[in-house]
């Protein structure tokens, strides 16, 4: 009964949505600003049918997944070595906020004029991911408790337990909110930084077309598939990394 409640309440709102869309559009008059809902539907059933379409797709999510997937273990690993090293936190904390605080555009426009197109929304998923999972597992291990650092001098825990008993239990759910923050990130930097540098084959690249040749269908479509895959891909990152978590404080 709750969950026919939940989609009830998110057709209404989906419905509701999708007409204001349509009378805004009616009222502007203009497909190439405003396009209906109806032929951005038909347009976007249009490219599902193809296999190019796919090949876009995956090529966008492979990128982005690589750049995160490195930004997160390069996060996880500044954070143990600073947590290990003081000099190592002396030389990493800054970095890590100035990182942080520069926007992502000037980040991804550095980057192009450096390296091959075709790496940079690699390169800006990473900068842009790495910052959270370092804070969040720094914060992790400066709210291990007490009595349970205590408990594991006296005991004269070794590394692996340490590790074990210690450090991954009370890391653990940091690291999680950090990687779910980090997840519609990182999509977002990636397509981002393809629709700035162009890369052959990519999601950001179509939009960029879209723009420069006024196909306004086309990036509404585009954009709706961007939205879709990012809230898919959430949905089932979330679901693993809460179960991942789970048996790791088990």
Known sequence: MIKKHKVLKVLIALVF?????????????????????????????????????YITCLNS?????AGLLSGVLLGVLLAVVSKMSSIVDAIVSPAVSVIKSTPVASIII???FIFAKGIIPILASILIVVPIIYENVRNGFDNIPENLTETAKIYNFNT??????????SITP???????????????A?????VICVPAISIGTML???????????????????????????????????????????
């Open 190 to 194: 990636g397509v981002a930084a393809e």
């Open 160 to 169: 692996k337990k340490k590790i074990t008993m210690l450090w991954i239990p």
């Open 61 to 65: 999510i492979a990128r982005i997944f």
């Open 110 to 112: 550095l980057l192009l």
């Open 208 to 250: 960029y077309d879209a723009k420069i040749y006024l196909e306004s269908t086309d990036l509404f479509a585009w954009t709706i598939v961007v939205i879709l895959l990012s809230f898919v891909i959430e949905k089932l990152l979330i679901s693993l990394i809460s179960k991942i978590g789970g048996k790791a404080n088990g």
């Open 17 to 53: 949505w999708i007409g204001l869309w349509e009378i805004l559009s009616l009222i502007v008059g203009k497909a190439v600003i405003l396009p209906s809902p109806v032929s951005v539907a038909i347009r976007l059933g249009e490219l599902l049918i193809t296999g190019d379409f």
């Open 174 to 188: 940091y690291f999680i909110a950090g990687s779910k923050s980090a997840l519609g990130i990182a999509w977002k």
